[in-house]
């Protein structure tokens, strides 16, 4: 039976001008899945609604095989926001000393390694720290308790690309095990595209999709064509379509069928990104 980090069935929010509507995901235990979505679609309070920081009004959240998440379950639960996340009139040598009698797991030794591994001074306060210091710091205490889960929002959006790949390598080293996996939203959908093995694409507060990252790039492409070959698609086969100036674009999820139905026309295989954009800004 496959195992289960993370699971989500209906979760409902109602907020006054927004919806967040039935969300259904699962993380399997072992992977990284990417929350992907414009902005306001509904990806932090899926995460705070998981957590625990905002109350739902239908759904339910299960951690670590059916467990619910409590003070208990949390502690294996590592979490980074965008921003600080620690009370910045500390160093991290003090705050050191307050997560060793908060965390009944707490890793000092990890710890230091971490925070020397980020360059990061131990005798500075953290409202001293830049924008990615503190991610940085956040991502090395979210490590350091022996989280079983990570769950990160927006959480390397502050960092510069070389801090990023050494952090991206580090959470592929985390999930080696298969006893750790992370849910992580993202804007930076190149980085989800080196890590990540399922995209749980949140839009209007809905999940359009949730699929292997893998299918998403092995299978889905753009056609680009002129009107003519516009009109000889397949309804059936269009996902959405945009109309530019010189060209019509089609999002395809069978790119190889598609390459063999219409070879007269180009398909190239579409990114992440694109893929995004084609389902919000495209039509029907
Ligand atoms: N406390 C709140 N009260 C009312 N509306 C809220 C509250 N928090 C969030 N919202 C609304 O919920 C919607 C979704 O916001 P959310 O922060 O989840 O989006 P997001 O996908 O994380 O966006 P971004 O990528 O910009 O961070 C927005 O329309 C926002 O205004």
Not at 20 to 37: E, W, Y
Not at 85 to 98: I, S
Not at 199 to 216: A, M, N, Q, R, T
């Amino acid at each position: 039976m496959e195992k289960y980090a993370l699971e989500l069935n209906g979760v409902t929010k109602q907020y006054k001008d927004f919806k967040l509507d039935s969300i259904s995901f699962t993380v399997p235990q072992g992977s990284i899945v990417g929350l992907i979505g414009e902005n306001g679609a509904g990806k932090s309070t899926t995460i705070n609604a998981i957590l625990g920081l905002i109350v739902t009004e239908q759904g339910k959240i299960s951690v670590f095989n059916g467990k619910d998440v409590n003070a208990k379950t949390k502690e294996h639960i590592g979490v980074v926001f965008d921003g600080s996340n620690y009370p910045d009139n500390l160093t991290p040598e003090k705050l050191g000393k307050v997560f060793q009698n908060i965390y009944a797991e707490w890793n000092n030794k990890k710890y230091f390694e971490l925070l020397n591994k980020f360059e990061l001074p131990i005798n500075k306060k953290l409202k001293e720290f830049s924008k990615g210091m503190n991610m940085k710091y956040s991502i090395a205490v979210a490590l350091s308790h022996n989280s079983k889960l990570l769950i990160l929002d927006e959480a390397t959006s502050g960092l510069d690309p070389i801090i990023r790949d050494d952090i991206l390598e580090m959470f592929l080293d985390f999930i080696q095990d298969e006893e750790h996996s992370i849910l992580v939203s993202s804007h930076i959908t190149s980085d989800l595209e080196k890590i990540a093995d399922y995209i749980v694409f949140i839009h209007g507060g809905k999940v359009l999709f949730s699929k292997p990252k893998d299918e998403l790039l092995e299978n889905y492409g753009i056609i680009k064509c002129n009107s003519t070959q516009f009109n000889e698609i397949d309804k059936s086969d269009i996902i959405s379509y945009r109309k530019l100036d010189y060209e019509y674009q089609v999002l395809v999820s069978n790119r190889r069928q598609v390459e063999q139905k219409y070879p007269k026309t180009m398909i190239v295989p579409a990114s992440i990104d694109e893929i995004m954009l084609m389902y919000v800004k495209g039509d029907k």
